[in-house]
């Protein structure tokens, strides 16, 4: 019988002991988010996470821009944000105008505020081996997300689809620190299903409904990040869940599978950065 990773039930707990631990603090934990542009998804996006963070007592402060803003103006914005000791994460929602540089964005973040965990600095501690100070959102939500579910991971074959910096890339380096055996595809990689075929676990995270039945093996542990609506409008993911999850041992569904846990996990960030500011001031 196939088991369902559901991520909604593990939000609630998380952030239930996240309330209680916050209400112990002396101060709020502050995370500051810069919301360029009027992209619906982004605007929902923000909306959901400072929703979450004032649900459990983390004061959420949106700052929108128009999508005319410089990128000056922008980087400014930011360096301003890290002085600032009543800040202690920092979030900026991408997608980004063409004109603005996501990279300068991102490496204008102060390492100890990247509660994304983007900055080259975390990312190069990522895959150093050692520990940066937040694992990025998705991938540290899946792991919560296996954990929770007792799923070892030491010596099974993880196969991962998509190789983006914000899911594939961190997750590989997050899956070989627990002594998994990694791979990971892409739009260039050749047949494919010979390589889902071996997966033990088998993560995609891509945007596409791309992983049927005949490509995985009985047993196998799939985990859906890809989230995207079909043609009539329904909210899809990249796994044919109907159909997988006849074989699967367990399945993350979209929605209510990861999609709950990535901004879980944003929570747990911008508190562990408080509580290494507060030592940090201290």
């Given at each position: 019988m196939t088991t369902i990773l559901d991520g909604k039930k593990l939000r609630e707990k998380i952030l239930s002991d996240l309330k209680t631990k916050i209400e112990g603090f002396n101060k709020k934990p502050s995370l500051a988010v810069i919301l360029v542009g009027n992209n619906?998804?982004?605007?929902?996006?923000v909306?959901?996470?400072?929703?979450?963070?004032?649900?459990?007592?983390?004061?959420?402060?949106?700052?929108?821009?128009?999508?005319?803003v410089t990128e000056d103006e922008l980087l400014e914005k930011i360096h301003e944000l890290?002085?600032?000791?009543?800040?202690?994460?920092?979030?900026?929602?991408?997608?980004?105008?063409?004109?603005?540089?996501?990279e300068k964005v991102i490496n204008m973040i102060s390492p100890q505020k990247d509660v994304?965990?983007?900055?080259?600095y975390n990312f190069g501690k990522l895959f150093s081996g050692e520990k940066p100070f937040v694992y990025p959102c998705t991938p540290k939500g899946i792991l919560l997300l296996l954990d929770e579910y007792n799923i070892e991971?030491?010596?099974?074959?993880?196969?991962?689809?998509?190789?983006?910096?914000?899911?594939?890339?961190?997750l590989f380096q997050m899956m070989l620190n627990?002594?998994?055996?990694v791979t990971i595809c892409h739009s260039h990689t050749k047949n494919l299903s010979d390589i889902t075929k071996t997966a033990d676990v088998l993560v995609s995270a891509v945007g596409e409904n791309i992983i049927e039945?005949?490509?995985?093996?009985?047993?196998?542990?799939?985990?859906?990040?890809?989230?995207?609506?079909?043609?009539?409008?329904?909210?899809?993911?990249?796994?044919?869940?109907?159909?997988?999850?006849?074989?699967?041992?367990?399945?993350?569904?979209v929605p209510g599978g990861v999609g709950p846990m990535t901004i879980t996990s944003l929570m747990l960030n911008t508190v562990e950065l408080f509580e290494i500011s507060n030592k940090r001031l201290k």
């Amino acid at each position: 019988m196939t088991t369902i990773l559901d991520g909604k039930k593990l939000r609630e707990k998380i952030l239930s002991d996240l309330k209680t631990k916050i209400e112990g603090f002396n101060k709020k934990p502050s995370l500051a988010v810069i919301l360029v542009g009027n992209n619906p998804a982004s605007q929902i996006y923000v909306y959901n996470k400072k929703k979450t963070a004032e649900k459990i007592g983390i004061n959420s402060n949106v700052i929108n821009y128009p999508a005319t803003v410089t990128e000056d103006e922008l980087l400014e914005k930011i360096h301003e944000l890290n002085r600032d000791e009543n800040v202690d994460a920092i979030l900026v929602q991408l997608p980004l105008p063409e004109h603005i540089s996501k990279e300068k964005v991102i490496n204008m973040i102060s390492p100890q505020k990247d509660v994304d965990g983007f900055t080259p600095y975390n990312f190069g501690k990522l895959f150093s081996g050692e520990k940066p100070f937040v694992y990025p959102c998705t991938p540290k939500g899946i792991l919560l997300l296996l954990d929770e579910y007792n799923i070892e991971l030491e010596g099974k074959h993880v196969v991962i689809v998509g190789r983006s910096n914000i899911v594939g890339k961190p997750l590989f380096q997050m899956m070989l620190n627990r002594n998994a055996t990694v791979t990971i595809c892409h739009s260039h990689t050749k047949n494919l299903s010979d390589i889902t075929k071996t997966a033990d676990v088998l993560v995609s995270a891509v945007g596409e409904n791309i992983i049927e039945e005949k490509m995985l093996k009985p047993g196998c542990i799939v985990v859906d990040v890809g989230i995207f609506k079909d043609a009539a409008g329904r909210t899809r993911g990249d796994v044919d869940f109907e159909n997988v999850s006849k074989i699967a041992s367990y399945i993350s569904p979209v929605p209510g599978g990861v999609g709950p846990m990535t901004i879980t996990s944003l929570m747990l960030n911008t508190v562990e950065l408080f509580e290494i500011s507060n030592k940090r001031l201290k």
